[in-house]
């Protein structure tokens, strides 16, 4: 499958070496490509710079955000929250329209240090603001509930059996991405909750997740919804 995997931090390096791994074409979109592997500096998590990881997986595409999205069949949406309104944008609306778009994205604000606050909470979400703002595009939020370890191998912990939300509009596009999880990443335990709204419960669930790993000095865990 061609897939397009917006951002180049941790989180989208991350997906991308899974998804490579597993035979699908893979693009990264970032707003500069040159600027991109131009960089020299570790990032802000002391990981190496875009260049070093691209050496080690060359089959691994970059492109600017709308080559990317217009490249591929399915998108995930690797941004920061506060970036990808933007991001998306500059993706393309056409680029966009009718496909599936994994939003894996959390409205952290950073503005006032940590821990973090939400930018948007309680009466909308990220995922919804996506959603009216590209409403051809079918947005489904998951995977924002865990680090971007545990994304791609749930296995790690607990047998893998930890649970894993998925919340959009259209039954169809959330169907093929609970499908996503299941076959790309071997998630178990899956939860449709419905439709774009419902990614208000998944976002608003981030302050107890970085409290978590302030309190466990680690972000080596998830959760389980025991029935």
């Given at each position: 499958m061609k897939l397009a995997i917006l951002g180049t931090g941790p989180v989208g390096q991350t997906l991308a070496a899974k998804l490579d791994g597993l035979g699908h074409s893979i693009t990264i979109?970032?707003?500069?490509?040159?600027?991109?592997?131009?960089?020299?500096?570790?990032?802000?998590?002391?990981?190496p710079p875009y260049q070093v990881w691209a050496t080690a997986h060359p089959k691994v595409q970059l492109a600017t955000l709308a080559e990317a999205a217009a490249r591929s069949e399915v998108i995930i949406n690797a941004l920061s929250g506060a970036g990808s309104l933007e991001g998306l944008a500059l993706a393309g609306e056409p680029n966009l329209a009718g496909k599936i778009v994994l939003d894996l994205s959390n409205p952290l604000d950073f503005s006032k240090g940590m821990p973090p606050s939400l930018f948007v909470s309680n009466t909308s979400s990220l995922g919804e603001q996506l959603q009216q703002r590209f409403p051809s595009a079918k947005i489904v939020k998951t995977l924002n509930t865990v680090n971007a370890?545990?994304?791609?191998?749930?296995?790690?912990?607990?047998?893998?059996?930890?649970?894993?939300?998925v919340a959009g509009n259209d039954a169809d596009a959330r169907r093929q991405v609970a499908a996503f999880l299941r076959?790309?990443?071997?998630?178990?335990?899956?939860?449709?909750?419905?439709?774009?709204?419902?990614?208000?419960?998944?976002?608003?669930?981030?302050?107890?997740?970085l409290r978590t790993w302030g309190a466990l000095k680690t972000p080596a865990f998830s959760f389980r919804v025991v029935r």
């Amino acid at each position: 499958m061609k897939l397009a995997i917006l951002g180049t931090g941790p989180v989208g390096q991350t997906l991308a070496a899974k998804l490579d791994g597993l035979g699908h074409s893979i693009t990264i979109g970032t707003r500069s490509p040159a600027a991109t592997l131009a960089r020299q500096d570790p990032d802000a998590f002391g990981n190496p710079p875009y260049q070093v990881w691209a050496t080690a997986h060359p089959k691994v595409q970059l492109a600017t955000l709308a080559e990317a999205a217009a490249r591929s069949e399915v998108i995930i949406n690797a941004l920061s929250g506060a970036g990808s309104l933007e991001g998306l944008a500059l993706a393309g609306e056409p680029n966009l329209a009718g496909k599936i778009v994994l939003d894996l994205s959390n409205p952290l604000d950073f503005s006032k240090g940590m821990p973090p606050s939400l930018f948007v909470s309680n009466t909308s979400s990220l995922g919804e603001q996506l959603q009216q703002r590209f409403p051809s595009a079918k947005i489904v939020k998951t995977l924002n509930t865990v680090n971007a370890n545990l994304m791609v191998d749930p296995g790690q912990l607990a047998g893998g059996d930890h649970t894993m939300f998925v919340a959009g509009n259209d039954a169809d596009a959330r169907r093929q991405v609970a499908a996503f999880l299941r076959e790309w990443f071997g998630w178990r335990d899956v939860i449709e909750l419905g439709d774009i709204t419902t990614a208000r419960g998944t976002e608003m669930l981030l302050p107890l997740w970085l409290r978590t790993w302030g309190a466990l000095k680690t972000p080596a865990f998830s959760f389980r919804v025991v029935r």
